[in-house]
């Protein structure tokens, strides 16, 4: 059973930083592609960022390219999102994905975890 547990979300102040954590178990994951994404109250699920597991190849949202970076720890089974020059903006719950299409759009991916908080203060 495939399992995907974000932690790391909290409050933080504008221009701050955070780095979230996906905790992954299950499978093996090396064909797979893990994706950030993130949804705002009353919003649609934005994609943030992707990462091929075993290739280490990423991408990332223009709106986030130069402040947050997706990586992965093989050894630990986890991927991280460091968010950088945090903005009242990216406030909203934070979701761990994993699929073998990956991509930009939320049907790429088969797994997800609960989503953690993160709120930015002005």
């Known amino acids: 059973q495939v399992q995907l547990e974000e932690s790391g979300g909290a409050l933080v102040q504008a221009g701050g930083s955070l780095r979230l954590s996906c905790a992954a178990s299950?499978?093996?994951?090396?064909?797979?592609?893990m994706g950030w994404f993130r949804q705002a109250p009353g919003k649609e699920r934005e994609f943030v960022a992707r990462?091929?597991?075993?290739?280490?190849?990423?991408y990332s949202a223009d709106s986030v390219k130069g402040r947050f970076t997706i990586s992965r720890d093989n050894a630990k089974n986890t991927v991280y999102l460091q968010m950088n020059s945090l903005q009242p903006e990216a406030t909203a719950v934070y979701y761990c994905?994993?699929?073998?299409?990956?991509?930009?759009?939320?049907?790429?991916?088969?797994?997800w975890g609960q989503g953690t908080q993160v709120t930015v203060s002005s």
């Open positions: 299950g499978r093996t994951f090396g064909s797979y592609v």
């Open positions: 990462i091929h597991w075993s290739r280490g190849i990423t």
């Open positions: 994905a994993a699929g073998p299409k990956g991509g930009n759009s939320w049907y790429g991916y088969d797994y």
